[in-house]
Nanobody, 121 residues
Framework: QVQLVESGGGLVQAGGSLRLSCAAS????????MGWYRQAPGKQRELVAR???????NYADSVKGRFTISRDNAKNTVYLQMDSLKPEDTAVYYC???????????????WGQGTQVTVSS
C-alpha cells in the first residue's frame, strides 16, 4: 500500500557531499514525521536526522552542522544533504516515515530498502 523509494547513495571521498532522497507513494492520507537512519556493519541502526510535519528537525550529535534534512510535502519526499562527509559516515542509510494510510485510523511506520553510502579516506 505504501512504498518508500530512496536514491542518491554512492561512493565519495572524505570531505565530499551527497544528497539522499526518499519519495513516499501509495495510498497515503497524511505523513507525520520523516527521517533517516543508518546502520554500519556490526552496529545497531541509529537515527541520523528527523523532521516532523511542521518542519521541526533533530539530528544525531555526530552529524550536527554537517547534515541537513528537509522535506517537500507536496511531493511526499524527504531529503538528506550530507556535507563534509567522513569515513565513519559509511553505512546503509534507511528512510523512515510515519504514514496514515487512507481509511486507516492510525499511523504506521514504513521503511525504505536502504541505500549504501561509502566514504573513502
Amino acid at each position: 500500500q505504501v512504498q518508500l523509494v530512496e536514491s542518491g547513495g554512492g561512493l565519495v571521498q572524505a570531505g565530499g557531499s551527497l544528497r539522499l532522497s526518499c519519495a513516499a507513494s501509495g495510498n497515503i492520507f497524511s505523513i507525520n514525521a520523516m527521517g533517516w537512519y543508518r546502520q554500519a556493519p556490526g552496529k545497531q541502526r541509529e537515527l541520523v536526522a528527523r523532521i516532523n510535519s511542521g518542519g521541526i528537525t533533530n539530528y544525531a550529535d555526530s552529524v550536527k552542522g554537517r547534515f541537513t534534512i528537509s522535506r517537500d510535502n507536496a511531493k511526499n519526499t524527504v531529503y538528506l544533504q550530507m556535507d563534509s562527509l567522513k569515513p565513519e559516515d559509511t553505512a546503509v542509510y534507511y528512510c523512515n516515515a510515519i504514514i496514515q494510510v487512507v481509511a486507516a485510523g492510525y499511523h504506521g511506520s514504513y521503511w525504505g530498502q536502504g541505500t549504501q553510502v561509502t566514504v573513502s579516506s
